[in-house]
């Protein structure tokens, strides 16, 4: 049975570490690939990446893990209407300088262009709205519907309870995954947004998703 919590600080290496395998394939991460040999140090790279990353929202957003046999095997990152803004200072706040001694400073820059591009679509919407920043999975627990649980049965809960009135409340995302589109769309979502980025000649799919929540 997977328990939800909110993830402790000393969970954060395996958490990132969970993020790394899981997301190192994706478009976003293309730019970075290139500047390793192989692949176990870049995907100890992209630990380093989401140590940074999820430590940059770790105080100012809700975290949450999903356990199992005392395991982690789902992660989310849920930001609430009207959040201040994660910034240069949170990142480096997080640890980031220690990310330019692994690569150049122009390739983690690109990087984070790319993931801001990701953002835009829902912008407007964003600072009144319930954010998921990221949702993954264990890579070795794909096909065993943890995001739809986590969602079900933690994210989308949570938002009801918090709620401040009794109207209902907006949530978003997006994604640069094709497979992930689908994902959204068959746990309930809206494809509010198609647009396309691109990153050193290639064309990034990017699709940003709605659905209200009453409490």
């Known amino acids: ?118 953002h835009k679509p829902c912008k407007e919407l964003k600072k009144r709205s319930w954010f998921l920043e990221t949702l993954a999975v264990d890579k070795l627990c794909k096909g065993q519907q943890l995001g739809s649980r986590m969602l079900k049965d933690c994210i989308i809960p949570y938002i009801k309870k918090h709620i401040k009135s009794n109207k209902s409340e907006s949530f978003i995302t997006f994604t640069n995954n094709a497979i992930n589109r689908k994902f959204y769309i068959q746990n309930g979502f809206s494809e509010f947004d198609s647009t396309a980025i691109e990153s050193n000649g290639r064309i990034i799919g990017n699709w940003s998703f709605q659905m209200s929540v009453s409490p």
């Open 1 to 118: 049975m997977i328990k939800y919590k909110s993830l402790r600080l000393e969970e954060l290496k395996e958490v990132a570490r969970m993020n790394a395998k899981t997301f190192a394939d994706y478009p976003l991460c293309d730019e970075i690939r290139n500047d390793f040999l192989d692949e176990d140090s870049f995907v100890d790279f992209m630990t380093e990446v989401f140590k940074v990353y999820i430590g940059a929202y770790f105080k100012k957003s809700v975290v949450i893990v999903g356990k199992e046999d005392n395991l982690i095997k789902s992660f989310a990152i849920l930001v609430r209407p009207y959040s201040s803004d994660i910034g240069l200072f949170d990142y480096f706040r997080a640890g980031a300088l220690k990310l330019f001694r692994t690569v150049s400073i122009p390739k983690v820059f690109k990087f984070l262009n790319v993931l801001n591009e990701g």
